[in-house]
């Protein structure tokens, strides 16, 4: 049994809260430099403000991190920061469980996070996976827990 997930931001509540607060700004400015508030390099203002936001918007939809869980193990690619697919063995993983939580509140918010000993990659999900090996704690996000806790029970060695 194979578990593949696709996770992103597109349609959630993040990206229409990104909206409500670029729109408005780049309204307020293009007014300011329509009314001369802006001096002469009003267009500069513009095209900075403008540009930084849809960069900024270009680079929340595109974030995705897909997942993938089989008895040999997980695999995981978080673009646009890693287009490889990285992979932890089943043989490296000490323990894996999958609990329901939020992840908004208990790991520190939505998207990477990094620390020393521990990598969550959390999105809009009810669930999430711990897996821990010798170097590290991982944490993903997931909204197939039931697949998930089969292929772990399923596994040869019962703890993965």
Do not use: C
């Amino acid at each position: 049994m194979v578990v593949n997930e696709t996770h992103t931001f597109r349609g959630t509540w993040l990206m229409y809260a990104l909206l409500m607060l670029e729109l408005p700004t780049l309204i307020l400015i293009v007014v300011l430099w329509q009314t001369d508030h802006l001096g002469d390099e009003g267009p500069i203002a513009v095209a900075v403000v403008a540009g930084v936001m849809t960069a900024t918007f270009m680079l929340i939809i595109n974030i995705k991190l897909e997942l993938r869980v089989d008895d040999r193990g997980l695999a995981y690619r978080f673009s646009p920061f890693n287009f490889k697919w990285k992979k932890i063995p089943a043989d490296q993983i000490k323990s894996i469980k999958v609990k329901k939580t939020d992840g908004l509140f208990e790991y520190g918010g939505i998207g990477y996070r990094i620390s020393y000993k521990q990598r969550a990659y959390i999105f809009m999900a009810d669930h999430v996976i711990e897996l821990e090996t010798p170097e590290r704690k991982y944490i993903f996000s997931t909204k197939r827990p039931t697949e998930v806790e089969e292929i772990i029970q399923s596994s040869e060695k019962g703890n993965y």
